[in-house]
């Protein structure tokens, strides 16, 4: 069974600070997903990496499969930023197509003006 | 840009009753997901679906839940009797097929919030 843990489990800064969410996972996945839930609770799938690194705007997700660990990062943090950031593993297995996802608890990151 | 969308957005329900929670995925998509996150809890696995059967479902999904897909569009999930546990955000997620060998992303609906009294 895989475990996915996340920190910080609150994360306050100020705005244009450089934020960083840490995530790790016990078990071989096929992909690591960082989504990003909004105060009224949609979520929506900002990275899905199986390696290396991505970026999309200011956001950057890294992953060191080897280790497990896999990172957002978020440059020049702004208040619109605030939300609940979650990381969430797919199984490693030959049924793609059928990628039950296991979430950590999330990260609830603020960003004060 | 097409969406997973799910109705209604905030259901009711006293306990004991049947509720059906409807999502319509994206349209070429294939394999279907139901989620659901207790409040202040993390978001956790019900369901998996594809081919019109169930792929794989969590201990959770016990004999209460139940879905389908009637038309062709819709994917919903059934439970029978609810419970006050059973009070959460409920997620659809929507996944196309496979392009080759690898994962691909999945995206989830808005989400319905029950409330069981």
């Known amino acids: 069974k895989n475990e996915v843990e996340q920190s910080p489990q609150n994360l306050t800064a100020q705005e244009g600070e450089f934020i960083t969410i840490n995530c790790s996972y016990s078990?071989?996945?096929?992909?690591l997903h960082w989504l990003q839930q909004h105060p009224g609770g949609g979520i929506v799938s900002l990275f899905m990496?199986?390696?290396g690194k991505k970026k999309h705007g200011r956001l950057i997700a890294t992953i060191n499969i080897q280790e497990k660990h896999s990172s957002l990062h978020i440059t020049a943090s702004h208040p619109r930023d605030s939300a609940v950031y979650i990381c969430?593993?797919?199984?490693?297995?030959?049924?793609?197509?059928?990628?039950?996802?296991?979430f950590g608890t999330g990260t609830r990151l603020t960003i004060i003006p | 840009e097409p969406e997973v969308t799910q109705t209604p957005s905030h259901q009711v329900t006293q306990m004991g009753q049947e509720v059906i929670l409807r999502c319509v995925p994206i349209?070429?998509?294939?394999?279907f997901y139901w989620y659901r996150q207790i409040l202040g809890q993390k978001v956790e696995f019900l369901v998996s679906f594809y081919n019109n059967e169930i792929s794989e479902k969590s201990e959770i999904f016990d004999d209460q839940f139940s879905v389908e897909r009637p038309d062709g569009s819709n994917f919903t999930l059934k439970i029978r009797s609810t419970k006050l546990e059973d009070s959460a955000m409920y997620f659809c997620?929507?996944?196309?097929?496979?392009?080759?060998?690898?994962?691909?992303?999945?995206?989830f609906g808005p989400g319905t919030r029950l409330t069981v009294l």
């Open positions: 997620a929507s996944q196309r097929a496979p392009a080759g060998r690898g994962p691909n992303e999945q995206f």
């Open positions: 969430a593993a797919s199984p490693h297995s030959d049924n793609f197509g059928n990628e039950k996802l296991t």
């Open positions: 078990v071989g996945i096929s992909a």
């Open positions: 349209s070429n998509h294939l394999y």
């Open positions: 990496l199986s390696s």
